[in-house]
């Protein structure tokens, strides 16, 4: 006795399930793809995983609260590829809630060739990223250094004088990443070890 196997053509509903199941893969490769610059967006909006907006022009001048003071402190790192030296000039300031305040960053470029990097900014804790305005920064643009170049990079924020009152210290971080360089070498491996502390 022998089978024979008969090539039957797909019925209609199999071939709607299939075309269905295609759609639906098709539709979840889109969303993932979506997802990064989505999920940016919506932080920026919020406030949310301390992520803080891009810059902020006052109509009028903000209310000082001179009766609080918060603490600010600051941070620096590098993404682990960029062989840049990176810190804060200074590590933390108390300011009046509403006060205007400009501290600056220090970025050297240890490699042989130029790098344009883009820093990403962070405000911990989460909630108070809705309350830091920066009027200037050096993460609104990419900065470009030459091979030994170094480079004080300011930065002017406000903290909303509508910081809840039991938020009393901040901490504001940028990790610097690579954007583009101008010489595709691997950077060597004496540069990419070296300390990114100045």
Same mark, same amino acid.
């Given at each position: 006795m022998t089978m024979q196997t008969e090539n039957k053509p797909l019925q209609p509903t199999t071939r709607r399930i299939i075309g269905k199941l295609v759609l639906l893969v098709v539709v979840m490769f889109g969303f993932g793809f979506a997802l990064v610059p989505l999920y940016d967006v919506f932080c920026d909006v919020t406030g949310l995983n301390g992520k803080t907006?891009?810059?902020?022009n006052f109509t009028s001048a903000p209310?000082?609260?001179e009766k609080r003071l918060v603490k600010v402190t600051f941070l620096a790192s590098l993404n682990e590829s960029m062989p840049w030296?990176?810190?804060?000039q200074q590590t933390s300031v108390e300011v009046h809630p509403g006060q205007p305040t400009t501290i600056t960053y220090i970025a050297?470029?240890?490699a042989s060739y130029t790098i344009t990097g883009q820093a990403v900014p962070s405000v #911990? %804790?989460?909630l108070a990223a809705a309350y830091f305005q920066k009027t200037e920064c050096f993460c609104f643009t990419q900065q470009a250094l030459k091979p030994g170049e170094e480079k004080v990079?300011?930065?002017?924020f406000i903290v909303d004088s509508q910081l809840p009152e039991d938020m009393n210290e901040l901490t504001l971080s940028y990790t610097f990443f690579i954007s583009k360089k101008d010489n595709?070498? #691997? %950077?060597?491996?004496?540069?990419?070890n070296q300390d990114h502390k100045l």
């Open positions: 907006g891009g810059k902020v209310v000082v609260d030296k990176f810190r804060p050297k470029n240890n #911990a %804790p989460g990079m300011p930065v002017t595709q070498e #691997a %950077p060597s491996s004496l540069a990419h």
